[in-house]
């Protein structure tokens, strides 16, 4: 079983910035990929960035540019850098862990952007 634990949401105006926190905890693996979905109301989740074991990143389009995602190995902690952020950013964000032994998600965090 892995644990996430999720922090940094919060309420911006538009064209602030948030960074996302997710430390993950439990039988963690040496590879993995962790990563941030999104889901705003009436609106189905999707991924919003991942980030391998390697480094190897993935963006949605419409995040290119404006967030970037990390991760410290040691810790199994991966980050969200969001900035520029608009209204249509608003959502529940969850953490995602992808290992050997399955998949987890985070409870969610709220993201609200203000015009």
């Known amino acids: 079983q892995v644990q996430l634990v999720e922090s940094g949401g919060g309420l911006v105006q538009a064209g602030g910035s948030l960074r996302l926190s997710c430390a993950a905890s439990g039988s963690i693996f040496g590879i993995n990929t962790m990563g941030w979905y999104r889901q705003a109301p009436g609106k189905q989740r999707e991924l919003v960035a991942a980030i391998t074991t390697g480094g190897t990143t993935t963006y949605a389009d419409s995040v290119k540019g404006r967030f970037t995602i990390s991760r410290d190995n040691a810790k199994n902690t991966v980050y969200l850098q969001m900035n520029s952020l608009k209204p249509e950013d608003t959502a529940v964000y969850y953490c995602?862990?992808?290992?050997?032994?399955?998949?987890?998600w985070g409870q969610g965090t709220q993201v609200t952007v203000s015009s």
């Open positions: 995602n862990y992808r290992g050997l032994r399955g998949n987890y």
